[in-house]
């Protein structure tokens, strides 16, 4: 994928490195990389849907962005500037246009705290606390203002998660790392969220990372999607293309487990289950990561690890589409193949479909 230059992209991950020292056998150290060679970038307005199993390393990739894990090698430039070795007072000062929205609505609202205090902490922290900016922001996600006054504890799940986002958008960002932030949410209650992060970004311009499990919800709020596996991007492309045609057969088996609402077509469906279970990341396999779970592993694969460049296979929709994989090989998931006679396949997912109504 062709990346753009530091003074023009918005957000642009170069050869980003996250590596922790951890206690191995005895009193030996090893190094873990939870983040191992990711670059990327998103221009302003878009946003990049992060996928991937749990312990692959999006949290840890979210966390770096904003310096709360220090990187152990690469750059990471914000309009501009880069993040990486940036001193405290300036990064501060870049921390106003990076806010994050954490996944558990329940444990990252201080529960001692009213709603009012925790929007306005932010604001105190920097030294323009305004009442009325505090009353905007109950306003514009959604809530009465009767709500400043009461406890988090009050409040459901998805009301806290309105709470959390208000209290990210206080400062005025442009770019929101939302790490799993509908994840803990049922699914109604995850449209409405989704549906008003979608409203607000269109009314305030902003950026996301949206880091997720979730392919349903990934795919009806990402403009660009990045699939992660054991700490590298293994593939990424336009969300349509990912969707439409995955190369990677990481990607194209996370596919495969999309819940299908039509329960026709549910019994003719190709599942691919992956062997065994994620590597253990102190001891990565040779070569390609994937290749101890992949249905296509050749010896070559265990031989040279598959750099992440556009692949010359038939039905290849873009060179902004780019894969990890010598063997790399478009097919079409199950649920694009119903609903072909309307404009998108979305209703047959277990989210989309919901997100749609």
Known sequence: MTQASPDKAFLQVDDLHTHFRV?????????????????????????????????????????????????????VYFKGQNLVGMGRGKMRAVRRSIQVVFQDPYASLDPKMTVGEIIAEPLHINNCYRPARVAEMIDCVGLQQDAANRLP??????????????????????????????????????????????????????????????????????????????????????????????EHPYTQSLLSAVPIADPSYRKQRQRIVLKGDLPNPLDPPSGCAFRTRCFKARPKCAEQEPQLETRATAGHLSADHVSACHFAEPVVPDFMKINTNT???????RSGAILKA
């Open 23 to 75: 206690r191995g056998a005895g009193w030996r150290s090893e190094t873990l990389r939870a983040v191992n060679g990711v670059s990327f970038s998103i221009a302003q307005g878009e946003t990049l849907g992060l996928v991937g199993e749990s312990g692959c390393g999006k949290s840890t990739l979210g966390r770096t962005l904003l310096r709360l894990n220090e990187p152990t090698r690469g750059a």
């Open 343 to 349: 404009q998108t396949a979305a209703p047959a997912l």
């Open 153 to 246: 504890t009050e409040f459901s799940g998805g009301q806290r998660q309105r709470i959390a986002i208000a209290r990210a958008l206080a400062l005025g960002p442009e770019l929101l790392i939302l790490d799993e932030a509908v994840s803990a949410l049922d699914v109604s209650i995850q449209a409405q969220v989704i549906n008003l992060l979608k409203q607000l970004q269109k009314e305030m311009g902003l950026t996301y990372l949206f880091i997720s499990h979730d392919l349903s919800v990934v795919r009806y709020i990402s403009d660009k999607v990045a699939v992660m596996y054991l700490g590298k991007i293994v593939e990424m492309g336009a969300g349509e293309q990912i969707f439409s045609a995955p």
